[in-house]
């Protein structure tokens, strides 16, 4: 028995999240499924980030345990054969029989990306929440600051999250400026997020609070408020799913 | 009586191309639909570019007479409430009786995107053409220098065309590589090209000719004898649509 590791990619648009559910269609559900036709034996897969309906993934990490002989390089390839177009398998190796990617320590890495602009880009807004009011930027990046370090990041934190301590490390939270295409009038704002670990929403929620300091409807220090409160209500809105990707996880 | 000019932009992917056509769902046909419900009046919309099935755009150009009293540039927000999402006005404005986008001079600007990776990325699938094979971006640099310039194209066009003259004027023809997300070991490759006109389906050919010479498949020099022989089957295949995208037409 061996157990495989895989960096898994996908466009979340069609897809009720990662978790499998009995009655929708997950990511989850369509790699196992494409793994059992693959390896002809019972799969379960153990993944890393469980990313909410809509959310993206660059490099997502699940493990399973198998007996085949596929050589552990060559099951990603192998396995995109079985997957639909918005799934595909970067990489897979051989990890430890004790690894578990959801509790082994790791940094994760998501970004929100915006789009600021008078009239939405139809072939950005798959992957942007699009933002009519012109965002301050140095405002957000003032904001960010606070977000950073080792906090009780319970304002930043929706109902429905079973995380016994809602204290987390964020290393970084950086505001991006990316070049747009010519002729495109409008800009195009990523919210880089690293840290040890995210309860839930707690991206969305921050990337929520940003946008709202950069339209200028709280200041920068109402985020450092926020933190200390602990009480969701302080903190902005939850930015919806489709601007968010989880782009890398580190162990 | 008065004469609007729309900028149009789309994401191609669901549409049959951008020519009204009697059993197929197109953007010139949505587009002119939106027109009759806004105003209430008929509407023949002229386009600068009738774009292929599966080609995007910034910024497709487009004009209709009207009699509404709806103020020129406010006709963008209004018609965008009626558009489907993959569907954006950018602007609307008046322009003279006598302008029609497809016989008025302009420099129209594409570009065509490729990923260059040994495995698909699902959140650029709709906007790249993949390789696997790694690109010799100088050797295609060395290639686009014989592809700018005034010349019989006829080598880069598709049959079927109804171009009399197959004579263009190339400004512009560059070779970019655009960054990455974050945690992509893929590489994104742009070829953008300016000219006075483009013959059917020769921006697309130009790019899987270029892409060729990046594959080291055919010479940099290979193009010049293909433009000089004006014969088709000297140039490279014709790329796929979705990497395609009109950014902008300038009169």
Redesign the interface.
């Known amino acids: 028995m061996r157990r495989i590791c895989l960096t898994i990619?996908?466009?979340g648009t069609a897809y009720h999240g990662w978790q499998i559910q009995d009655n929708a269609v997950t990511v989850e559900g369509r790699v196992t499924e494409a793994l059992r036709e693959l390896l002809q034996e019972p799969v379960e897969l153990a993944g890393a980030s469980r990313t909410d309906s809509g959310v993206?993934a660059?490099?997502n990490v699940a493990v399973f345990d198998t007996e085949t002989r596929i050589p552990p390089e060559k099951i990603?390839?192998a396995l995109?054969h079985y997957l639909p177009?918005?799934?595909?398998?970067?990489k897979s190796g051989e990890v430890t029989a004790d690894f578990h990617p959801r509790y082994r320590e790791s940094i994760k890495?998501y970004?929100y990306r915006i789009r600021n602009a008078r009239?939405?880009?139809?072939?950005r807004?798959?992957?942007c929440y699009h933002v009519r009011q012109p965002l301050d930027l140095d405002e957000m990046k003032k904001a960010a600051g606070f977000l950073t370090g080792t906090h009780d990041f319970s304002a930043f934190c929706s109902a429905g999250s079973q995380a016994k301590s809602k204290v987390r490390t964020v290393y970084k939270v950086e505001i991006y400026e990316?070049?747009v295409?010519?002729?495109?009038?409008g800009r195009e704002i990523g919210i880089?997020v690293s840290g040890n670990g995210f309860l839930y929403n707690m991206v969305r929620i921050m990337a929520g609070t940003l946008i709202e300091v950069g339209q200028g409807r709280r200041s920068a220090m109402s985020v450092e408020e926020a933190v200390s409160a602990g009480d969701r209500v302080k903190a902005g809105p939850t930015a919806p799913p489709q601007g968010l990707?989880l782009?890398?996880i580190r162990y």
């Not at 177009?85 to 970067?90: A, F, H, T, V």
Request: negative net charge; charged residues 30%.
């Open positions: 990619s996908y466009d993206h660059l490099g990603a390839i995109n177009d918005d799934i595909r398998i970067q890495t970004e009239i939405e880009n139809p072939v807004s798959r992957y990316y070049p295409s010519y002729g495109d009038e880089r990707t782009l890398e």
